[in-house]
């Protein structure tokens, strides 16, 4: 049977019309749909049901039609209710995509009582049942597994979907695993041969549909599917479908106006849409720009969660990067699985041309044989066309990545400066470009700032930083608008809303004023990242300036800068400070913010601390001595200290990766060293130690409980509530996958969940890339929904071997992985309002202080002078080391440290300069191994785009040798295809050895 249904494009009064060539339908089918709720009339064919469903699942602009032939159990409502659309060749009209056609390859539907069809649980699994064509289950361990057992042997095709329909009474992360032999460790199977998703923990059917791309493996003979820990599962079905897809394309231009081009749907998740090209082949290497021509599309009914947006602009209630994005997709012949890479369109708007760098991805490697599109429901959007290429194309499109105020709390009548942030994500250079900031009345220009400034040319891939100094002159919320235009692209438009507030009538200060603290019946901590020392560590943060302290830029270490963080922090009932806390093997890292600020600031008592051991140390690194010697310096540095947090008498101490010393020592082995340094601390006279582990589920609090740790927490579970594949969700779904966790925990685990752990967000970008996990949508008001959950939890818990009064939050200012509560431009004081609202009896409202407010500060780090050049004749000049480099100084004019593993790396400091102003880079480098052997390596510059990290693709390796003798390196840049932009900062990895003392006499850049 054939059918064909095509969609009247125009207004959405517009009916559906019959056609009529029917298409030589075989079975005497006759449409006619008038209204998208009228009865489609089949005649010799039982499809009501189907139709019907199906009916109800159409909006009136969708568009639906298939050329080919469909099956009959095709035409249900999932190859209807799209959204993701292409733009019609009509004006403003747009048609959906046809879904893929399949065939079903092997099928597990558990019709039979009683019959697992092959599949067989392993321990971890209990109560394990079929009946009444489903199969049931409970997860009771930390690994629990269905592996296939009854031979299976297939062609693994790249067109293979796994389809798989179940319902959970928690949510998880599950995941198949799948080999073409059964020999190795785990016969056959691997963490490279699986594909994960997320499953919806709320009791409900969904179906999952994935596309694996095991192609690589040639045949599937094996597959398990793993599941999660503490979690009731039935499973209706497990199919293995293939796609019928349409004939390959070589024509790397895809024009939507003309029609779908082979595109089609091929799975469903719940919340997205995946969609795949026709299948392609080509080289990666030579085609590393994928542009892709968006425009917004909001339905004539209003589809919710779409909202309308002009180029650069975002409704100031949705706020910066708060809506889902659309990611590309990405095969090769020679890697299993799909890449995903966002389209940052969050807070710039969907029209217009994105140009993706795909040479900076890692799975854009060999053969590319297949590109998809991962679309969020409701999309909102419709996709122009997609060209694959060597250039960026497109004219120039600039786009406003930031505006906002500098200052955490402005104040009336105090200057205080505007910053944006503008950049060209257009294949053209954009010229003459003007950026007119507009005030209302009530705030005006200072008199040394222009309203208007000019930059001369903005190319590709470029940004520049702009900025202003307004004045209020009275209180309120004023709104500031600011437009950038150019000679040859279109303007684009954004506004922020500038709460302007009296400044307090408190006198000026000599210091930070003496702290009011306020506390309730409960033990508030917060985890504190000890990561911000210098303005190379600031350097990633600068390009998300949302983010700016309200102590600037600050010198971590400086006691003063400690007092105002004590200040703030027990002003808004937080009792406890967790420090993180690097020992690798006598090691010792990131150190000065508690032996030089807390431990020297004036207001420490008011505030206890205790340590993270943030052990994710190299392989190898643990041993029973080690964990003495660690035990040995806490007791000698920090239990005796006053301040230090205790329960029962007992020192406090966290461990970061129970997994570290497991993998090292063995279970038992850790069991061993954990009362070991319980037994260090005896000996000293203390009362014990208590040893807390983060964990990252049921099955890790086990394990720990096996080892002997005393209770369980944890640093952040960032995935909790995430469904589909995708990498970007809502920070509210967060929430209500803490509580579960939370609850799961209690009533399952050992021992005690305790503190009980709070996020305060994710959001890495900064420090790993647009790729990464994103908890969008973080606001003070969610946080503080998050806060009455962990509040009622806590009521609702027992006490126990620990009080049930205590919780932890990360964190204070994890700026880079997007967690802090630390006072801050966009939010200001709110999550520290949340925590005194929820947690103290203190009363409202209250007066929050900043530095400027007393007179004091800026704390800011010193400023770098943008350079391009190094000689390191009296300082480091802004250099840093990572933790693989130990003694850093300044030795006969030349920088000079030495290494500790095998991947040491030298940090320049924050600059800023095009690329296209330097051709070549020189090094002038002495390596020598600490025994005198002479030896070859490879060294690696780094640079930073803009605002992303470093990365392999925006790198240069060449050869080093280590013969204790200067050598100079003349490195080409002017031809590499990443050498190009707004070069933000560098990294230097002089080699891939330790003991090796590595001398850098200088780095300058060559025009």
Same mark, same amino acid.
């Given at each position: ?6 969609? /009247? ?6 009916? $559906? ?7 030589? !339908? &075989? ?44 099956? !009959?159990?095709?035409?249900?409502? &999932? ?14 009209? @747009? ?44 997860? !009771?361990?930390?690994?629990? /597994? ?33 080999? =073409? ?83 089609? @749907? ?46 650069? %602009? ?17 095969? #090769? ?140 002159? @009275? ?98 009932? /937080? ?14 890292? +990131?150190?000065?913010?508690?032996? %030089? ?15 993270? $051991? ?52 063995? #279970? ?22 208590? +040893? ?13 409980? %096996? ?96 009080? =049930? ?76 080391? @990572? ?36 051709? &070549?880079?020189? !090094? ?84």
């Amino acid at each position: 049977m054939r059918i064909h249904l095509t969609r /009247i494009t125009g207004p959405p009064w517009t009916g $559906w019309r019959r056609q009529s060539n029917a298409l030589g !339908v &075989s079975h005497g089918v006759t449409w006619w749909l008038g209204e998208p709720s009228a009865w489609a009339w089949v005649w010799g064919i039982g499809l009501r049901q189907h139709l019907n469903r199906a009916m109800q699942a159409m909006s009136s602009q969708w568009t639906v039609w298939s050329n080919r032939a469909v099956a !009959v159990a095709g035409l249900a409502a &999932s190859a209807l209710s799209l959204g993701l659309r292409l733009a019609a060749g009509a004006a403003g009209s @747009t048609q959906t995509l046809p879904q893929a056609q399949i065939r079903t390859v092997l099928e597990w539907s558990f019709e039979q009582a009683g019959q697992l069809e092959g599949w067989q649980p392993n321990a971890h699994l209990r109560d394990v049942a079929v009946s009444n064509g489903l199969l049931r289950a409970r997860a !009771v361990g930390a690994d629990p /597994i269905l592996e296939l057992t009854k031979k299976i042997d297939f062609p693994a095709s790249a067109w293979n979907q796994i389809e798989v329909r179940l319902k959970a009474d928690r949510g998880g992360m599950a995941e198949f695993f799948w080999s =073409n032999t059964t020999t190795g460790r785990y016969g056959g199977f691997t963490a490279q041969k699986s594909t994960q998703f997320n499953v919806l923990g709320d009791g409900q059917w969904h179906t999952y549909q994935l596309m694996p791309f095991w192609h690589t493996e040639g045949r599937i003979v094996r597959l398990r599917f793993d599941v999660f820990d503490g979690a009731q599962f039935e499973l209706d079905f497990i199919r293995i479908n293939e796609l019928l897809m349409p004939p390959a394309v070589t024509n790397l231009e895809f024009d939507f106006t003309q029609g779908a081009q082979g595109w089609q @749907t091929v799975a469903r998740q719940p919340g997205s849409t995946l969609v795949l090209s026709p299948p392609v082949r080509f080289e990666a290497a030579s085609n590393g720009i994928v542009s892709v021509c968006l425009a917004a599309v909001q339905s004539a009914r209003g589809a919710a969660g779409v909202v309308p947006m002009s180029p650069g %602009q975002v409704p100031e209630s949705i706020g910066l990067d708060a809506l889902r994005r659309p990611a590309l997709l990405v095969a #090769s012949s020679s890697r299993a699985g799909l890449q995903r890479v966002s389209l940052p369109v969050g807070n710039a708007g969907l029209d217009g041309v994105w140009n993706l760098d795909m040479w900076a991805e890692p799975g854009w490697r060999g053969t590319v044989i297949a590109l998809g599109l991962e679309v969020p429901e409701p999309a909102g959007m419709a996709v122009t066309w997609l060209k694959i290429s060597d250039t960026p194309q497109g004219p120039p499109q600039l786009r406003i990545d930031a505006f906002r105020p500098e200052a955490t709390l402005p104040r009336v009548g105090r200057p205080v400066w505007v910053q944006a942030l503008l950049s060209n994500t257009g294949g053209q250079t954009a010229t003459n470009v003007q950026v007119h900031l507009t005030l209302p009345d009530a705030v005006r220009l200072r008199p040394d700032t222009t309203a208007t400034q000019t930059v001369a040319t903005l190319g590709f891939d470029e940004q520049v930083a702009l900025r202003w100094a307004v004045e209020a002159r @009275t209180p309120g919320r004023h709104t500031v608008r600011l437009m950038a235009q150019a000679a040859n692209a279109k303007p684009v438009v954004t506004e922020v809303g500038v709460d302007f507030t009296p400044a307090p009538a408190v006198p000026p200060a000599s210091y930070v004023p003496a702290p009011k603290p306020v506390r309730g019946p409960y033990e508030v901590g917060v985890y504190y990242f000890p990561g911000w020392q210098t303005a190379s560590q600031w350097q990633p943060i600068y390009a998300f300036p949302e983010r700016r302290p309200a102590l600037g830029w600050y010198r971590e270490g400086d006691p003063e800068v400690a007092d105002w963080q004590i200040k703030w922090a027990v002003e808004h009932g /937080i009792t406890f400070f967790v420090y993180d806390w690097y020992w690798d093997r006598g090691q010792r890292q +990131l150190e000065h913010a508690l032996h %030089q600020g807390y431990f020297n600031a004036r207001y420490r008592s008011l505030l206890k601390f205790c340590l993270l $051991w943030a052990n994710h140390n190299p392989p190898g690194s643990s041993s029973l001595e080690d964990c003495r010697a660690v035990t040995r310096y806490w007791i000698q540095h920090y239990f005796r200290r006053p301040e230090h947090l205790t329960v029962g008498g007992q020192p406090v101490v966290l461990i970061f990766s129970p997994d570290r010393l497991r993998a090292d020592l063995g #279970s038992a082995g850790a069991r061993a060293a954990l009362e070991a340094m319980r037994a260090e601390c005896r000996q000293a006279g203390l009362k014990g130690l208590r +040893l807390i582990a983060c964990v990252g589920d049921l099955g890790g609090a086990r394990q720990a409980a %096996q080892e002997g740790y005393d209770a369980v927490t944890a640093y952040n579970w960032p995935h909790l509530g995430m469904s589909g594949q995708g990498n970007w969700a809502p920070f509210a779904a967060l929430i209500d996958g803490y509580h579960r966790q939370w609850e799961h925990l209690r009533q399952h685990s050992p021992v005690p969940l305790w503190p009980v752990p709070v996020s305060g967000g994710w959001d890495s970008r900064p420090w790993h890339g647009e790729a990464n996990l994103v908890r969008f949508g973080r606001t003070p008001a969610l946080f503080r929904q998050h806060l009455l959950a962990a509040k009622q939890f806590l009521a609702q818990t027992a006490p126990g071997p620990f009080p =049930n009064n205590w919780l932890l939050i990360e964190a204070w200012n994890e700026w880079g992985e997007g967690s802090y509560i630390e006072p801050h431009q966009e939010f200001g004081f709110g999550y520290l309002d949340a925590i005194r609202d929820v947690f103290t009896s203190a009363a409202e409202p209250h007066i929050d202080l900043t530095p400027a407010d007393v007179g004091l500060g800026p704390y800011d780090v010193p400023p770098q002078p943008v350079r391009t050049s190094w000689e390191f004749t009296q300082d480091t000049e802004g250099w840093e080391r @990572t933790m693989h480099l130990a003694e850093l100084k300044i030795e006969e004019g030349a920088l000079t440290a030495r290494t500790t593993g095998r991947d040491p790396a030298l940090f320049g400091p924050s600059t800023r300069f095009r690329a296209s102003a330097f051709s &070549s880079v020189v !090094v002038r480098l002495k390596l020598a191994r600490a025994d005198g052997q002479p030896f070859r390596d490879t060294a690696q510059l780094f640079w930073r785009i803009g605002r992303r990290p470093e990365q392999e693709a925006s790198s240069l390796r060449f050869e080093v040798v280590g013969d204790g003798q200067w050598h100079t390196c003349q490195l080409s840049l002017a031809g590499h295809p990443h050498w190009r932009g707004t070069i933000t900062g560098l990294r230097l990895d002089p080699c891939t050895q330790p003991n090796v003392t590595v001398c850098l006499d200088a780095l300058r850049l060559v025009p």
